[in-house]
């Protein structure tokens, strides 16, 4: 028996008419009559007393129409386990891990009990090797203007744009601006990451002719905010990471600096699971917003860190 004469034949019963039931199913009136027909001849009954008006169902019609919602039921049930199952493997940098990508992976992981989720955290460039090998299955990365990522080669599913912020020590002289100009910090020390942490910076810097003094080098996110906060030095911070920070810092957005925009990638369309992940990406990503206001590290914000590409 065909499992697509049972949805027909439902169909019928629902809306009491061939015609009516094939334009919900996208059939003309003479196919759905044929796959009745095939239906009826199939059981040896007939399911349906035909009037001008339409049709009712027969008694052995009502008897077959329970088993029918019945069987549909459960093939949809089985559907949906089988691309509910298995697992998505998940990369992304690392100042999208302190707040989206975990928050996302809650959210998914309520919806989705049976998929097991996995991480894989690096920087932009290694995460898309991982994914053009099949390692990963989905990518969250970043880029910056000018550096275009390759949009060719993979699905590139917009997020968020990520504007830059400076961290500064609540005591800082220009702790309570609403926005800075990089040419105000003329002088300051920095605190960065090595070996390849301080690009952006150094980058930011070279477009305004300045030099920027690095006073220290610190590769972990949480030692960088030590040293801002002790007042050592400022740092760069992507409004991702910005609900992660220690209270004692205060943040400010440069003014006229490019923005990271953030991104998960994709070998090819998105499959349902990874459709689905991507939502909650997005929706985390909404409601985790920094906030402009002038203030201490916002945790409702969100976003990578400084120049981990």
């Known amino acids: 028996m065909d499992v697509s004469w049972l949805e027909v034949f439902a169909e019928v019963a629902a809306r009491k008419t061939f015609t009516a039931a094939g334009e919900a199913l996208g059939y003309t009136q003479s196919a759905v009559s044929r796959q009745i027909a095939s239906l009826e001849g199939e059981l040896g009954v007939a399911l349906f007393d035909r ?94 203007p000018g550096r275009p990522l390759e949009a060719d080669r993979f699905t590139l599913h917009h997020l968020l744009d990520d504007p830059l912020l400076v961290a500064l020590p609540a005591g800082h002289r220009l702790a309570g601006r609403t926005s800075l100009r990089l040419t105000e910090l003329e002088g300051e020390s920095w605190i960065e990451g090595f070996p390849d942490g301080s690009q952006t910076l150094i980058a930011l810097h070279r477009r305004t002719g300045l030099r920027p003094r690095i006073a220290f080098a610190a590769r972990e996110w949480t030692a960088k905010q030590g040293f801002v906060a002790a007042g050592l030095g400022l740092a760069l911070v992507p409004s991702l990471a910005a609900g992660a920070l220690r209270p004692d810092i205060m943040l400010a957005p440069l003014e006229d600096e490019p923005t990271r925009t953030v991104y998960a990638a994709t070998r090819k369309s998105a499959s349902p699971l990874q459709s689905e992940f991507i939502r909650c990406l997005r929706e985390t990503s909404v409601a985790g917003r920094w906030s402009s206001a002038p203030h201490q590290a916002d945790h409702r914000g969100h976003e990578e860190h400084l120049g981990a590409l």
């Open 51 to 144: 009037h001008p008006r339409g049709v009712e169902l027969t008694e052995e019609g009502r008897r077959l129409l329970e088993h029918a919602i019945a069987i549909l039921a459960r093939l949809a049930a089985a559907r949906h386990d089988l691309h509910d199952v298995g697992q998505l493997r998940v990369g992304a940098f690392d100042t999208a891990d302190a707040d989206l990508v975990p928050r996302a992976m809650a959210a998914f992981g309520r919806a989705h009990p049976s998929v097991l989720l996995s991480l894989v955290e690096s920087t932009t460039s290694p995460l898309l090797a991982r994914l053009r090998t099949g390692e990963i299955d989905l990518a969250v990365v970043s880029a910056y």
